[in-house]
């Protein structure tokens, strides 16, 4: 139930401290978008705790594409308007909404294919008859480490850790192109602060760890932290963009 069923149960559940949520971006700033109605309210029913990490998505094409950097593939896809597909994990998908994003920031027409789930796109993407996708490097990284599909431009703030060869949107040409399926852990709204802040540090001293950043870069996600707030903040941030990108197409 995209979540919905564990957020419900959170939401009920005595604001102590004890009970807790790991969520995903798309759980709490798009699926209510989507939604004819969802049980709860992710900005007022949830208080976040922690970032526990990102999964940025990447732009990638066939290693047989034309287009060997942003500026290329975006020259190519203006010059053939309608012809360049695109594959995701199903309408409302975070591959989906990324290139809505991307279309409509770099002024192209680009032809959306869903999937049932990105492993089932995959294979047309790598047999070219997929011209792009947005995808969490973690998903790419067996076809990158191949060279079966190439990389053209990071859809985050600042380049990817795991993938430093590779710039951001705005360093290849496109500000503003930006889509991170993160994840969070969250309580419910009442929780004293004292605890937030305690099962903050408690969390963030885990994810300093070395051993476990080092398992979240090989799983493709940056190593997460930071403070209730800057969590809160995402969330808010994100609950804006994406509305604003349902709500305009």
């Not at 790419?140 to 859809?155: E, M, S, V």
């Not at 903050?200 to 950043?213: E, G, I, P, T």
Request: aromatic share 6%; no cysteine; hydrophobic share 50%.
């Amino acid at each position: 139930a995209s979540g919905n069923v564990a957020a419900d149960l959170l939401v009920r559940s005595p604001a102590d401290g004890y009970t807790l949520m790991v969520a995903a971006a798309g759980n709490l700033a798009v699926k209510p978008f989507l939604e004819r109605s969802v049980p709860f309210d992710p900005l007022t029913d949830l208080v976040a705790v922690i970032n526990v990490a990102d999964a940025a998505h990447i732009l990638v094409v066939p290693a047989n594409m034309e287009a060997k950097d942003l500026a290329q593939f975006i020259a190519y896809a203006r010059a053939n308007p309608g012809k360049v597909y695109y594959g995701s994990a199903g309408i409302g998908s975070p591959p989906h909404l990324s290139l809505e994003l991307f279309g409509r920031l770099a002024g192209v027409t680009l032809v959306h294919i869903p999937y049932k789930g990105i492993g089932n796109a995959l294979p047309d993407m790598l047999a070219g008859r997929l011209q792009a996708m947005s995808i969490s490097v973690g998903s790419a990284l067996p076809y990158l480490k191949t060279g079966q599909i190439r990389p053209l431009a990071a859809a985050a703030k600042e380049r990817l850790a795991g993938l430093p060869d590779v710039p951001t949107s705005a360093q290849a040409g496109l500000p503003g192109w930006e889509m991170s399926a993160w994840f969070a852990v969250f309580v419910p709204k009442g929780a004293p602060p004292e605890v937030i802040r305690l099962l903050n540090l408690r969390l963030q001293a885990a994810l300093d760890d070395a051993k476990l950043r080092q398992r979240l870069l090989d799983l493709g996600a940056e190593p997460g932290g930071g403070s209730p707030e800057s969590a809160a903040e995402r969330l808010r941030a994100d609950h804006r963009l994406w509305g604003q990108v349902i709500r305009e197409a």
